[in-house]
């Protein structure tokens, strides 16, 4: 399995993503996939990448068989498609409710199986919680080797987060006193409120995608 460093997840996950949300504007351009990259909504951690750095990342991919380069001879624009997953050219073969999980924690990292399900929106409904630990369990019992592991429940919350491997595997007891170390003092706002607060402003910011879609604007601007 590829090790993937954070630039290489951002753009693999982008590329999944906009090809299943917005399939018509798919493959991407570097301006489409530098804006997809640098999303303020549904991305933790928010980045600012320079279309150079977004370049480099390709380029970096490429190396590795996980993105492909088109060229549109008409506009002479360089258009990318991922070769990551679910293509001919890949031995990684998900599901859709398995690639909604992997795309999404490559946006948005460490997720708990509630916060998984209302973050799928467009990428694939799921029915209810039980169906989203289906698909993790799915990943993490691969024949071929775990792809996403369970991490100790952070103390305040009620289900334990669920993290990718593509960057390595986590070593669970540093994890943990990571954690407990950062504990946040009872008088400070709980997670669950945080978390419930990001997840309306997702959906306001989704709405007003699509809103622009309808009205011929680049939901990416």
Same mark, same amino acid.
């Given at each position: ?67 492909? %380069?088109?060229?549109?001879? +008409? #506009? /002479? ?8 997953? @679910?293509?001919?050219?890949? &031995? ?19 997720? %708990?199986?509630?916060?998984? +399900? #209302? /973050? ?8 209810? @919680?039980?169906?989203?630990? &289906? ?87």
């Amino acid at each position: 399995m590829e090790i993937l460093d954070e630039k290489q997840l951002r753009v693999i996950g982008c590329l999944i993503e906009k090809s299943i949300v917005t399939s018509d504007q798919y493959p991407l351009t570097l301006n489409a996939l530098t804006n997809a990259c640098n999303q303020k909504s549904s991305r933790d951690p928010v980045m600012s990448l320079s279309q150079g750095e977004v370049q480099h990342t390709i380029r970096e991919l490429e190396g590795k068989h996980l993105v492909r %380069t088109e060229e549109n001879f +008409k #506009s /002479r624009a360089e258009k990318y498609v991922q070769r990551f997953c @679910n293509t001919r050219y890949s &031995e990684l073969q998900f599901s859709p409710a398995e690639l909604a999980v992997v795309c999404l924690l490559f946006l948005r990292g460490a997720q %708990t199986p509630g916060e998984l +399900k #209302s /973050r799928s929106g467009r990428l694939h409904t799921f029915a209810d @919680n039980a169906e989203v630990v &289906e698909a993790l369990n799915a990943l993490k019992n691969r024949e071929t080797g775990a792809l996403v592991v369970k991490l100790p429940r952070t103390p305040g919350r009620k289900d334990s987060e669920y993290m990718h491997l593509f960057s390595g595997p986590i070593d669970i007891d540093a994890y943990a006193a990571d954690v407990q170390a950062r504990a946040p003092a009872s008088s400070s706002p709980r997670r669950s409120d945080i978390a419930a607060l990001t997840e309306r402003v997702d959906r306001l910011e989704d709405e007003l995608a699509e809103l622009k879609k309808r009205l011929g604007e680049d939901p990416a601007a």
